[in-house]
């Protein structure tokens, strides 16, 4: 089924939308107390850019570069005031105000290596799931109000109470994105296909620069995972992104505490699981003061089986982490993740013949057995990833800093890699013999293997962080200098091996093994398919978020790119090129109800280098790089005393200069006149409505079209853009007072529509709507933490897809204990 909706619905829904979120602010409007004050450092100068909040509201200000903040219209009342700012530790201090009153509050903040978390609101209620503000995503401190491009932020909070050990689990809390394609663990392009916007994405940034991993992420060393929206290539690049967005792994860092948590878990299909995080510092160091030198050490082993017949997947995740503060000026973060994977690909399903002749065009009318592996044993893959970081840190005055940042990754790979093909009993006929009706009965076996391949990446990134006013007007600024180097030297071999028949009693599918797949190479040889480019990227850009107003800000930004690529063997010659490119970026707030409301517009854009192809003459041409931009405008809420976080958008995203396959001529041919878009709306929504209860949701609808394109598939859908409509939803309850203090349980599943994953004149292939349902119920207390989760409560059957078909894991159970120093 195909979903529009028209353009009148949809701004009548955004206006809707709007109206009622001002309405919720607008009624939690009657304070009448002020808070001020002044932030300084043990010196005595002024702390430019701490955050000054109120736990367990959303009534907050920054501080001016003079070091003073002012929170108007607070309800009289008790409450903590906290002030942080990244690098320093957090002050708190309670007090108590009266109508009218105008309470003068100063603070003196010390540097501290101390990981800044989400704030713990005292009291009744707590919004413990929202994470407002971020570093990552603007290039600078920037709370999400302030931040005129649409992100989610996935806590470690919640992947805690869900029970999540990786970051495939985590997605589902994003609103908007879809798990496309599971980690194949091949170097290169072996992590896992999400799609957000219409477009598809990998996790490739970790704290903001380069870090890949080509196997299953796990989620141990996660302090959250950002998830940021629309065309970005203007502060993160076009070659570790995407026009749907990235997804930003942000890990944890040293605390100024010794302590840690040590726990196991085990539970269906063979699961085990062994986790540590232990954090060290010096014993000798004084207690009061942020620690010179501290360590700290994330790590996980996880073995599981497939559930079906055959397979299995053994990760070991290994991320130690050093921070060193030699001065009050400068600190040294070093820190590495390391991760080892022995596993048999997850099963994948491609089209050999068309849709028409397979005479099923729904994934749940497949001949298939949805619990058969239709393999042996040993076609087994070993991964490795490294990634190894380095970051100094120096503040070169009250209002500049400045961020180097290295990077130094290393994928590899070596084994086997099955796949399938459906093929219809059509193709299978032999030349003369009567044409069988549409239909298959039949299975192709394949494999495409890689031998020692490798893909290294290295990044040098400079940052220069200012916030300083220029007359009355407050300027954040980033100036970042960036060098991306990725080297390939890949090497894919294989081919079909055996076709076999469905659906007979008793057959034997054990050929297709480890050792049966060596035989049949020994005797036939296989294609290879090399990959062995190189490039690198020399990128300049700046950023300046300038406020006109308390209320109104603007942000300007611009990237210059310089892409050089090396050339070499992309399963063919590669002929080296080079192309520059500007990418510009836009952004509006206004703050109708200061720190409460905000709405924002945004322009955004990004780009991808082609490199060369073939007109209609035969003749070799070198593209222009591809081009796509984002007009995006809605509304966040930050109201209700910090207990409703919402944000709706709705965007349009235009692709042009796509390269699309031509008639006439040269077999082949191509022409840059593509044109694809990409336009929808999302809603997310994180609430706390009543003591011990929160909920996440999220809602998204995406109408992509291929404007021109291939005459096969011009006007029609795209096969890689999801499905149109996605939901998730999580709610949870925990007991906040009294003996069963820490009890708790969450209820939550992901919705999503139907997803075409062939869509073309000749025929579509739809893959069903699937909602699966998932609960954890736990008990938390301070030293331990019991903890027990079922996925897909119902046992639902269902697929995903990147233009093919891939079963998903049935119900499983995980139980896990935890315990805590």
Do not use: C
Not at 194 to 214: M, P, T, W
Not at 534 to 555: G, H, M, Q
Not at 596 to 621: E, H, I, K, M, W
Not at 628 to 652: F, I, M, P, R, W
């Amino acid at each position: 089924m195909r979903h529009s909706f028209s353009f009148l619905s949809r701004q009548l829904l955004l206006a809707v939308f709007t109206l009622l979120f001002s309405a919720l602010a607008l009624v939690a409007q009657a304070q009448t107390a002020t808070i001020q004050g002044r932030v300084t450092n043990p010196a005595g100068q002024p702390v430019t850019g701490a955050g000054v909040g109120i736990k367990g509201t959303a009534l907050g200000a920054n501080t001016d570069a003079d070091g003073n903040f002012q929170i108007p219209g607070v309800a009289a009342g008790t409450y903590t005031l906290h002030v942080r700012l990244v690098g320093y530790g957090t002050e708190e201090r309670r007090l108590r105000l009266a109508p009218g009153e105008a309470s003068t509050q100063n603070f003196v903040l010390t540097e501290s290596t101390e990981q800044l978390n989400e704030v713990v609101v005292e009291g009744k209620n707590t919004n413990k799931f929202v994470r407002r503000e971020s570093e990552y995503v603007g290039k600078m401190p920037l709370s999400n109000l302030e931040n005129p491009q649409v992100y989610s932020s996935i806590g470690k909070e919640l992947l805690t109470e869900q029970l999540v050990f990786s970051v495939d689990d985590a997605v589902r809390n994003a609103p908007g994105v879809q798990r496309m394609w599971d980690a194949t663990g091949r170097a290169g392009d072996g992590g896992g296909f999400y799609n957000s916007r219409g477009f598809i994405l990998q996790s490739r940034l970790r704290n903001g620069i380069v870090g890949g991993v080509s196997s299953d992420i796990d989620a141990v060393n996660l302090e959250k995972l950002e998830v940021i929206k629309g065309p970005s290539a203007t502060l993160f690049g076009s070659a570790l992104t995407s026009y749907g967005g990235l997804m930003n792994r942000v890990t944890k860092k040293p605390l100024d505490t010794f302590g840690g948590e040590v726990s196991v878990a085990a539970g269906s299909y063979g699961f085990h699981r062994l986790s540590a995080d232990v954090n060290l510092i010096d014993p000798n160091a004084p207690s009061d003061r942020p620690k010179t030198l501290a360590f700290r050490l994330n790590t996980a082993y996880q073995y599981e089986d497939n559930f079906q017949s055959k397979g299995f997947g053994r990760n070991l995740a290994v991320a130690p982490s050093l921070v060193y503060r030699p001065t009050d000026r400068l600190t040294i973060n070093l820190d590495a993740e390391l991760y080892q994977s022995q596993n048999v690909g997850r099963q994948l399903f491609f089209f050999y013949s068309p849709v028409a002749e397979l005479g099923i065009s729904k994934a749940q009318d497949l001949p298939f057995d949805y619990t058969n592996s239709y393999t042996g044993n040993g076609l087994t893959q070993s991964s490795r990833s490294a990634n190894v970081f380095g970051q100094v840190n120096y503040r070169i005055s009250d209002r500049f800093t400045s961020s180097t940042n290295l990077t130094v990754g290393h994928s590899f790979s070596d084994g086997f890699g099955p796949y399938f093909y459906l093929i219809s009993d059509a193709a299978l006929t032999k030349k003369g013999d009567p044409t069988p009706p549409p239909g298959m009965n039949s299975l192709i076996r394949a494999d495409q293997s890689t031998r020692n391949s490798t893909v290294s990446t290295y990044e040098v990134q400079q940052l220069f962080n200012g916030d300083f006013q220029v007359g009355n007007l407050r300027n954040r600024v980033v100036l970042g200098l960036d060098f991306l180097r990725i080297n390939n030297d890949v090497n894919f071999f294989g081919g079909i091996v055996d076709t076999v028949p469905l659906n007979v009693p008793g057959y034997d599918y054990s050929a297709f093994s480890g050792p049966g797949v060596t035989e049949f190479y020994a005797k036939n040889g296989a294609a290879s398919y090399l990959n062995t480019t190189k490039s690198n990227t020399y990128s300049a850009f700046i950023s300046d978020v300038l406020n006109l107003t308390e209320r109104l800000s603007v942000l300007a930004a611009l990237r210059l790119d310089h892409f050089d690529n090396k050339g070499g063997i992309l399963y063919g010659p590669a002929p080296a090129y080079r192309q520059t490119t500007l990418s510009p970026k836009f952004g509006v707030v206004f703050q109708p109800v200061l720190n409460r409301v905000s709405l924002f517009a945004n322009y955004q854009n990004s780009f991808n280098n082609l490199g060369s192809y073939f007109d209609t003459n035969g003749q070799p041409r070198t593209a222009t790089p591809e081009r796509a931009n984002q007009l995006e405008g809605g509304v966040k809420l930050d109201a209700a005393d910090g207990k409703v976080s919402a944000t709706v958008s709705y965007y349009a995203i235009q692709v042009k200069d796509v390269l699309r396959g031509v008639t006439g001529g040269f077999l082949g041919a191509q022409s840059q006149d593509g044109t694809q878009r990409s336009q929808g709306m999302e809603l997310s929504l994180i609430a706390n409505p009543f003591a011990g209860f929160n909920a996440v949701a999220g809602f998204s609808y995406n109408d992509s079209k291929l404007v021109r394109a291939t005459e096969t598939v011009n006007g029609l859908r795209p096969n890689t853009a999801s499905s149109p409509y996605l939901a998730n939803l999580w709610l949870s309850y925990r007991q906040p007072t009294g003996l069963l203090q820490g009890l708790g349980a969450g209820f939550g599943g992901n919705y999503a529509s139907e997803n075409l994953v062939q869509n073309t004149t000749a025929g579509t292939f739809t893959l069903p709507e699937y909602t699966v349902l998932n609960a954890s119920a736990f008990y938390d207390q301070p030293r331990f933490r019991i903890s027990a989760k079922v996925d897909n409560l119902t046992n639902q059957k269902y697929w995903v897809g990147y233009t093919t078909v891939n079963p998903q894991k049935l119900r499983s159970v995980v139980g896990s204990v935890a315990y805590k120093f």
